[in-house]
């Protein structure tokens, strides 16, 4: 069974460019997580997907940041313009509806704003 | 507000030895706590869980023991691998959101030397 894939791996944009995160959840996996990661951090969670509906963005700086899973699979989370302070590693995750317990995380994207 | 905390960035223990990786949480809603492993350049991997009603329990090399008073579990990896080596995040979760909506502690580096 393939795992969360997600693209581009690193990542590289000068301060105000947009940049967008791609994500291909586990197949048959209906939730899926855009978490942020900050050197030396854990984990922050950014935006919750059930299917196509957010249900559960109160973390999500919606000035700059945006999200869309349309068709309840594929997600691409936005930043326009970007900053200095979003360079991170931007996680996905997925998670059935049967074991909901479980998170199963892609390998992230590293963003680096210059 | 760090409401779960690893207080110690990084660990090290000889082969064979027992690992022991502490969390605190400060949320009197957690009921429902997990671990995670991550290695270089991939996303974090699911490895124990926990809830409130338990106060052990137990996946093979794999430990984990909640104190629910003093709001504290640990994980005890015995013996510890070299393959065992990797970032460690505590994680948790009210048990309503079925493990949906996790804080993540900072994670703690172990190094398990040969």
């Known amino acids: 069974e393939a795992g969360v894939v997600q693209s581009p791996r690193y990542k590289i944009i000068e301060k105000k460019q947009p940049v967008a995160f791609w994500c291909n959840p586990i197949s048959g996996h209906n939730t899926l997580y855009w978490y942020l990661q900050n050197l030396g951090q854990g984990p922050e969670l950014l935006i919750r997907?059930?299917?196509?509906?957010?249900?559960?963005d109160s973390q999500l700086p919606k000035d700059r940041f945006s999200a869309e899973r349309l068709k309840g699979v594929d997600s691409t989370l936005k930043i326009q313009p970007a900053e200095l302070g979003d360079s991170a590693v931007y996680l996905c995750?997925?998670?059935?509806?049967?074991?909901?317990?479980?998170?199963?995380f892609g390998p992230g994207t590293r963003l680096t704003v210059l | 507000d760090q409401q779960v905390k690893q207080n110690s960035p990084s660990l090290s223990v000889q082969e064979g030895r027992i690992s022991i990786l502490n969390c605190d949480y400060t949320?009197?809603?957690?009921?429902?706590f997990l671990w995670y492993k991550k290695y270089p350049a991939e996303g974090p991997t699911f490895l124990i869980s926990?809830?409130?009603?338990?106060d052990k329990n137990e996946d093979g090399r794999f430990t984990v023991f909640l104190n629910k008073s003093a709001k504290h579990l640990s994980l005890h990896i015995v013996p510890s691998q070299p393959g065992d080596s990797a970032v460690y995040f505590c994680a948790a979760a009210p048990l309503e959101t079925s493990g949906s909506r996790l804080t993540f502690g900072e994670g703690t580096q172990l190094t398990v030397n040969p």
């Open positions: 997907y059930e299917n196509e509906e957010a249900v559960d």
């Open positions: 949320n009197s809603m957690f009921d429902y």
């Open positions: 926990i809830s409130s009603i338990k």
């Open positions: 995750a997925s998670s059935s509806d049967r074991d909901t317990d479980t998170q199963y």
